[in-house]
Every structure is written in C-alpha cells, then in structure tokens.
C-alpha cells in the first residue's frame, strides 16, 4: 500500500534526522554515565521503534554491531554505518561517512558559541 510506504519513510527519515543529530551532539569526552544512557537510550529506540518489523531488523543489527559511546566521533561514525547496513538491505545509495559530521546540527548553544550553528 503507497499511502503506509509514504507514513513509514518519512517516520524513517525523521528518527534518522534524531539518531543522528543526537550522535553529533554527543558528548566528546562522556562520562560512564553519559555512556550507559546512550547505549540504554538506543536499545530502548530500537525496541520501541513504531514500525515493528523496522524494530526487528535494528535489534539484531545492534546486537551484531553493538553501540559505540566512547566519545562523539565513535558514536557518530557508528550510527552512520549502521544507517548504511539499513540502506544496503533496503537497496539505498550508502552514504559517505566522512560527511556525517557536517551534515548534522542542530542550532544550539555549542554550535552557536563557535560561530557555526
Ligand atoms: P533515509 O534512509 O531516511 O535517510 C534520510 C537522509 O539521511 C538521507 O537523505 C541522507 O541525507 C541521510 N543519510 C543517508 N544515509 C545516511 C547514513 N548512513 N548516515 C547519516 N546520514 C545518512 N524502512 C523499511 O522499509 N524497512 C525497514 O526495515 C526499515 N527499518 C528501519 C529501521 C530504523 C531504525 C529506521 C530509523 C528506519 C527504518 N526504515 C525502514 C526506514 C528507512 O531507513 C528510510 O528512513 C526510509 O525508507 C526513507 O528513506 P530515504 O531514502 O528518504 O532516506
């Protein structure tokens, strides 16, 4: 059915658009707290990922490729290359990683701060 297809990408892109810019924003050095609510934060994301089938795959892509929280540059790195396993089984152009950092802000106070935002 096109209309739930049209629903269920742009649900898609939207959690993307979240996953990834919290990634970015991520702290650089976190604490082993910081760590733990990342890695619980998207556990709980891939359970509760309204599309239930969409839930299934990511739950076992985490489990094979488990959360990167040492800093934001690992984390970051990590949700682009599990987006990019997501994309190949869906037959989608994978994306440069190396652009990841640059492609996703979120005008606030940090970014402001340098100018950039
Ligand atoms: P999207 O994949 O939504 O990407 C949005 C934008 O993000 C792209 O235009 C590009 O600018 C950027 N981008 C692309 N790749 C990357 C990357 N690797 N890193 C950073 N940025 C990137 N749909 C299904 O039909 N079946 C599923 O099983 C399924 N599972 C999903 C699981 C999860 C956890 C999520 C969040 C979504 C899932 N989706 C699934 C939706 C699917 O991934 C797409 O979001 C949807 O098909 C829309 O695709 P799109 O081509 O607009 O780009």
Same mark, same amino acid.
């Given at each position: 059915?096109? +209309?739930?297809?049209?629903?269920?990408?742009?649900? +898609?892109?939207?959690?993307?658009?979240?996953?990834?810019?919290?990634? !970015?924003?991520?702290?650089?050095?976190?604490?082993?707290?910081?760590?733990?609510?990342? !890695? $619980?934060?998207?556990?709980?994301?891939?359970?509760?990922?309204?599309? +239930?089938? @969409? !839930?299934?795959?990511? $739950?076992?892509?985490?489990?094979?490729?488990?959360? $990167?929280?040492?800093?934001?540059?690992?984390?970051? $790195?990590? +949700? @682009?290359?599990?987006?990019?396993?997501?994309?190949?089984?869906?037959?989608?152009?994978?994306?440069? @990683?190396?652009?990841?950092?640059?492609?996703?802000?979120?005008? @606030? !106070?940090?970014?402001?701060?340098?100018?950039?935002?």
């Amino acid at each position: 059915h096109l +209309g739930n297809e049209t629903l269920k990408a742009e649900l +898609g892109r939207a959690s993307w658009k979240l996953l990834h810019t919290t990634l !970015a924003r991520f702290p650089e050095s976190p604490s082993a707290d910081e760590r733990a609510a990342l !890695a $619980q934060y998207l556990a709980l994301f891939a359970r509760l990922y309204p599309c +239930g089938e @969409c !839930a299934g795959h990511f $739950q076992k892509l985490l489990k094979e490729y488990p959360p $990167q929280t040492s800093g934001r540059k690992a984390a970051s $790195q990590w +949700g @682009c290359f599990v987006h990019n396993l997501v994309n190949e089984r869906l037959g989608k152009e994978v994306f440069d @990683c190396m652009m990841v950092g640059e492609a996703y802000k979120c005008g @606030c !106070a940090e970014e402001d701060e340098k100018g950039k935002g």
